[in-house]
């Protein structure tokens, strides 16, 4: 048999997909509820990508207090590299909205397109992620995080012993993981 080619669907997934088969048992609430979850992440995945690229092209958006406007506004007033990879290893790495690094000083920035509350954990993983990846001690640096959501800036000073601790985690799990990887 022939089967139909459906190249415009290549490394797509649908939303009812055989592979993410437990819509069948859902109700119609449920499936509202999934599907605009899903529409929400796809609007967060497009605000990022746009903010990006006003960032990188140094576009300023209104000043007003809109989340989305005072992200792209700061991360261009304080020179930010936006959607930038902090590698310890193949175990440990993830990508910072946006970031500067300069006198000592290390700042990052995270947009939030969601309404649920975000931690500030995962920026303080960001920053010792940095730190491992540029040799820094927390300890000798100065450190801001920013979560950008709902209309707000919420700003943290973390102590350098958090992100310290967070490096050991780091260290020590990745060598867990590659001793597993080893007994394979």
Known sequence: MNFNEHYN?????????????????????????????????????????????????????????????????????????????LYYSDNAFGTADAIVFKNDFLRIHDLKTGVTPSSMTQLEVYAALFCLEYSKNPNNIRIELRIYQNDEVIVHEPHPEDILYIMDKIILFDKRIEKIKLEG
Not at 14 to 41: G, Q, R
């Open 9 to 85: 669907l290549r490394d797509k997934h649908a939303f009812l997909s055989p592979s993410k088969y437990h819509w069948i048992n859902y109700d119609d609430e449920k499936i509202d509820a999934t599907y605009f979850k899903a529409m929400a992440i796809e609007r967060g995945v497009r605000l990022h990508a746009l903010a990006d690229e006003c960032i990188r092209l140094g576009v300023k958006l209104p000043r007003n207090k809109k989340t989305l406007n005072m992200y792209v506004n700061d991360a261009i007033g304080f020179k930010m590299e936006t959607e930038q990879i």
